[in-house]
C-alpha cells in the first residue's frame, strides 16, 4: 500500500512538473505586457495577451485539480490500509 501512495506522489510530481514548466512558457511571454503601464500602446495584439492569460489561469486550474486528485487517492489507499488493519486485529 505504501508503495501505492509513492507511486501516485510520483505522478503528482511529474505532473506538477510538466505544468510548472508550461507556466513558465506562460509568464515569459507575458512579461513585455507586464513591462508597460497599461494606459501606454505596446506592441502586439491585445488577444494574445488575453490567450496567455486564459492559458496560465487553465494552468493553475490544472494544478489545483492535480493536488485534490492526488489526496484523493492517497487517502482512499490509507482508508483501504486501515480497514485492513482494522479486520486483521479482529
Request: with cysteine; proline share 4%; hydrophobic share 50%.
Amino acid at each position: 500500500m505504501a508503495t501505492e501512495i509513492q507511486a501516485r506522489l510520483l505522478i503528482r510530481d511529474t505532473n506538477l512538473g510538466r505544468i510548472a514548466d508550461e507556466l513558465l512558457v506562460t509568464d515569459n511571454l507575458l512579461l513585455p505586457w507586464d513591462e508597460f503601464p497599461l494606459s501606454y500602446q505596446i506592441p502586439g495584439d491585445p488577444s494574445l495577451r488575453k490567450a496567455d492569460l486564459e492559458q496560465q489561469a487553465r494552468l493553475q486550474a490544472e494544478i489545483r485539480m492535480q493536488d485534490a486528485e492526488c489526496w484523493r487517492d492517497v487517502a482512499s489507499v490509507a482508508h483501504s490500509l486501515a480497514m485492513l488493519f482494522e479486520a486483521a486485529a479482529v
